[in-house]
């Protein structure tokens, strides 16, 4: 697995990041049954740069936590079977490995919302990849029967790193 992250913000968590971000990540391609090497790219921004990624990208003018962008048009979230054959598509010919997408964070809100919430910026930062990696597998949570499988996946892979609400 490859990821680079990126933080054009000024702002820093009380913990490695990228090496938590590693974690995480691994973890969600681990249970997800992943059977490729991957590569995904992480950008850390504020809440200016967020609210403008997500203005041009979605037409959407304020601000978010979290934006994904998944690579690959899956037929069923973490169904694989579709790279097959799609290669050329999917896969970093330098590397040989399946990009997955692209994640935007607004660390901002993670400082926000994990006050909001009452919880540890440690678990606000990786709950908001795990959310972000089930986007880039192809989960989504529009309707609320789309919602009943993403979220309990999400507390369940936080659970299994002993990453809960403090």
């Given at each position: 697995?490859?990821?680079?992250?990126?933080?054009?913000?000024?702002?820093?968590?009380?913990?490695?990041?990228?090496?938590?971000?590693?974690?995480?990540?691994?973890?969600v391609l681990?249970?997800?049954?992943?059977?490729?090497e991957t590569?995904?790219?992480?950008?850390?921004?504020?809440?200016?740069?967020?609210?403008?990624?997500?203005?041009?990208?979605?037409?959407?003018?304020?601000?978010?936590?979290?934006?994904?962008?998944?690579?690959?048009?899956?037929?069923?979230?973490?169904?694989?079977?579709?790279?097959?054959?799609?290669?050329?598509?999917?896969?970093?010919?330098?590397?040989?490995?399946?990009?997955?997408?692209?994640?935007?964070?607004?660390?901002?809100?993670?400082?926000?919302?994990?006050?909001?919430?009452?919880?540890?910026?440690?678990?606000?930062?990786?709950?908001?990849?795990?959310?972000?990696?089930?986007?880039?597998?192809?989960?989504?949570?529009?309707?609320?029967?789309?919602?009943?499988?993403?979220?309990?996946?999400?507390?369940?892979?936080l659970a299994?790193?002993?990453?809960?609400?403090?």
């Open positions: 697995m490859t990821f680079y992250v990126e933080n054009e913000s000024n702002e820093t968590l009380p913990f490695d990041m990228e090496e938590m971000a590693g974690v995480v990540i691994e973890k681990e249970i997800e049954g992943c059977p490729f590569e995904i790219n992480i950008l850390i921004t504020d809440n200016e740069g967020i609210k403008k990624y997500n203005s041009e990208f979605r037409g959407i003018d304020q601000e978010t936590d979290v934006l994904s962008f998944p690579n690959i048009d899956y037929d069923e979230p973490s169904d694989f079977s579709c790279i097959e054959g799609q290669e050329a598509d999917y896969v970093n010919p330098e590397t040989d490995e399946v990009i997955l997408g692209d994640i935007i964070l607004s660390i901002n809100k993670v400082y926000s919302q994990a006050e909001e919430y009452g919880h540890s910026l440690k678990r606000e930062f990786a709950f908001l990849i795990v959310h972000s990696m089930l986007h880039l597998l192809g989960y989504d949570h529009i309707n609320e029967a789309d919602a009943m499988v993403m979220e309990p996946k999400q507390e369940a892979i299994s790193l002993n990453i809960t609400r403090e």
